[in-house]
């Protein structure tokens, strides 16, 4: 074992005040106690509440969305209220269930014996662009970087606070380094620039990770970047070659069961080739569209929070008494932020 | 971007013959075309059938697993062809579907409310330092390194042929290297050693990885190690805090969504709280205990071959024309070993 163990946990408890009382904690139990002060509430307006048809015993089926803030996939995500706004899903689809991969629904693709729906005006044109956001617009919790050892450094650019630190064992296989966003998984480059003078790596531009439960929209091929007429929710291992590839607009925050567990589709791509196994979209509205007493209500550990630091610490090494080996790391979608339901005010 | 991506394809080509030529195809591409001299056909010894009852519209539903080969978790794998064999599992039920994690079956935990079925003689206890295999047993094809930049290097150490490779960008956030040993995604740690006189990293030892559809051993609370009688699939992102800590013991080659698509059960840690949601095992059968006629057959892509090394190289760096960036890199379980069912001889 080639990792410096002691060393990265004695930097840790640095960066994270309190882990080291918390060394035996589960990650269940530290999200269990995180004081209230360290919850997020997720505004009406980025709740998008997908109704199904009732399944085979008369059991409702909802799936509820968290859309994606600023500065990401801020095009599509307007789209999709815009598409909310106009009922534009109402009495489509499920098409598509890819096992380890995706469920997809909305729009119908030419050719799939379904009529197209116009979509409503005014959607806006992204480019590729797009799927990634510059940097220096975002507002960030901890980054771990993902690239050799390197000594903690901290840059401080207000509104932003990021801490790199190797004080994990966080190389991506995909990305220079990862941290969380608003809630949100976020992989993102370095470049070469400058701090106090010297000439040290800093982050340029970031992008929304597909982790599970992520949704994104669906296009064909490019310049194509889709409108967000078509979506996606990941059901398998996080296709993260999918990233910066398609536009990330959110995550699904209560219900997934309701699409991971659907069948498996078995025509070419796994969309169904029976039309009558889709299962019908009776309505997807924003929260903010709802009548008061039907809007969900949900909350997420702040990703910038204290008790978020130490979930992560939890995950990377494990220490609960199942355990018998720490693999001292983690990657970036078997960290999933923690969502709680909490009744209406 | 801090990667060296031209200098990394350069270094590929090296060491994969013919991916210059495939600059452009597609994984599916390159596994649809492998020549049949890279295929390994797997014994009936090495299969697992499993059949479930049928489901609501009276479709069968079978679900076939590989069992995984020496040097990685026999005493387990020994123990289950002894349990097949005594067809211990028939009229057992699917107990646990937990989404995004796993679907658990045949021996019920204490308080459940099932009778215990007593095991049958002559298992074998296995100890945690079974959970890992020492790497001079294995044989294995190219291993990828996780750590910072270094010389492509060779060792050759007869059966084995390795190569550590910095050609992809193939950090792993859990463990120093990585690879494929028979078909199957293979994690090792590497120590000190010495090459040709010189101080160099070497493989210590090696363990396989909770990738999507893996199977492993349910247990307790160490020091138990499970004796294969309680089984479990992954059916979601990749639990490799799990490596080293339980038994991997084979992955699910087919019907895999008789699994994943299951309902989720809704009591504590997902078991089923109504027993009638519980799926029935009809039977569990070593391929080889069943008439000829019966058998499946499968073949895995040699993991040496290499057509796998292309086949590696198109899923790190994606160029099909859906594709507008590449990753230039892949996680291990996003490099699922393509399988493939054939006619019976």
């Known amino acids: 074992m080639l990792r410096q163990g002691a060393l990265a946990l004695a930097a840790l408890a640095l960066a994270a005040p309190g882990v080291a009382q918390d060394a035996v904690r589960s990650p269940g139990e530290i999200v269990a106690t995180a004081p209230s002060r360290d919850w997020v509430t997720i505004a009406p307006q980025d709740l998008l509440v997908m109704t199904l048809a009732p399944d085979a015993e008369g059991n409702a089926r909802k799936v509820v969305i968290q859309l994606i803030g600023a500065p990401f996939s801020q095009g599509w995500v307007d789209n999709i209220r815009t598409l909310a706004k106009a009922k534009y899903w109402d009495g489509m689809a499920i098409?598509?269930?890819?096992?380890?991969?995706?469920?997809?629904?909305?729009?119908?693709?030419?050719?799939?014996?379904?009529?197209?729906?116009?979509?409503?005006?005014?959607?806006?044109?992204?480019?590729?662009?797009?799927?990634?956001?510059?940097f220096a617009q975002g507002m960030f919790g901890r980054i771990y970087d993902s690239g050799g050892p390197r000594d903690e450094e901290e840059y401080v650019r207000p509104p932003m606070r990021i801490v790199t630190s190797t004080s994990y064992t966080t190389p991506d296989p995909y990305t220079d380094a990862w941290g969380f966003s608003a809630g949100f998984p976020i992989a993102m480059d370095l470049v070469n620039g400058r701090r106090k003078g010297a000439i040290t790596t800093v982050p340029a531009n970031a992008w929304p990770v597909h982790c599970y439960g992520m949704v994104g929209v669906g296009r064909g091929n490019p310049p194509d970047t889709g409108d967000g007429s078509q979506l996606y929710a990941v059901i398998g291992h996080a296709p993260r070659h999918l990233d910066r590839n398609l536009a990330v607009v959110g995550r699904v925050v209560d219900g997934i069961e309701h699409l991971s567990s659907l069948p498996r589709g078995k025509g070419p791509a796994s969309y169904y080739a029976d039309p009558a196994k889709r299962v019908p979209i009776v309505s997807v509205r924003l929260a903010a569209e709802l009548p008061k007493g039907e809007r969900p209500h949900f909350e997420y550990l702040a990703t910038d929070s204290d008790s978020f630091a130490q979930y992560v610490d939890a995950r990377a090494h494990r220490r609960d008494p199942f355990f018998v080996t720490s693999a001292d790391g983690a990657d970036i979608c078997n960290i999933p932020v923690p969502i709680r339901a909490v009744a209406a005010e």
């Not at 014996?113 to 959607?123: M, N, Q, T, Y």
């Open 95 to 134: 098409l598509r269930v890819q096992d380890n991969y995706v469920v997809q629904w909305g729009q119908p693709d030419p050719g799939m014996g379904i009529a197209e729906k116009p979509v409503p005006d005014g959607l806006k044109v992204m480019s590729k662009q797009d799927y990634t956001a510059d």
